[in-house]
């Protein structure tokens, strides 16, 4: 199971929150290539922020449209959003888990609805889409081969990067 390196996400928040940067590539350290001790960065997360705004309506929130694509095998790190965020598979199969502090409410894309809660996991294909609630800890996982394209959109505090990362070990 491959992992991100917690520094390279932290990092890419950062840019992106400091520069406001519409494309974030979160990178995770691989092993190292035989006869190589250095390990070898491959792209794990590219986040592409459509727009972005701070409503009037929603003083000190800002909402964005975002489109995440998730390399094949990456693992995020556990994590929670200032805010709530909502999304929906544009293709892949997304493997995801609720750790503590909240239930992710899914629409299928057959209609049906339902409430996955801590220590649950789900599996999300094209069409389904689900609310993820402010501070509720959960991480995400690609266990294909091909990456996965999320859309999001998102109403998260404004003086915040959009995710939190929890110290903890995610289990699959």
């Known amino acids: 199971m491959r992992t991100i390196n917690v520094g390279y996400f932290r990092a890419a928040v950062v840019l992106c929150v ?3 940067a519409s494309v974030t590539t979160l990178r995770a350290a691989q092993p190292a290539t035989p006869g190589s001790a250095t390990p070898v960065a491959t792209v794990a997360v590219v986040r592409h922020v459509f727009i972005s705004d701070e409503p009037e309506s929603a003083p000190g ?9 998730i390399a094949a095998g990456a693992v995020l790190p556990v994590h929670t ?4 965020q909502m999304a929906t598979v544009e293709s892949g199969t997304l493997t995801y888990h609720v750790i503590e502090r909240g239930s992710v409410t899914i629409s299928r894309a057959d209609g049906t609805d339902e409430i ?17 609630p402010e ?24 003086d915040e990067p959009p995710t939190e990362l929890v110290e903890t070990t995610p289990t699959s």
């Open 18 to 20: 400091l520069t406001g």
């Open 61 to 69: 929130e800002t909402l964005a449209l975002v489109e995440y694509t």
């Open 81 to 84: 959003h200032p805010g709530v």
């Open 116 to 132: 996955v809660g801590p220590g649950e996991t789900a599996i999300f294909e094209v069409g389904d889409s689900w609310v993820e």
């Open 135 to 158: 501070g509720m800890v959960h991480y995400a996982e690609n266990l294909t081969t091909e990456p996965i394209v999320l859309m999001s959109t998102s109403l998260l505090a404004e």
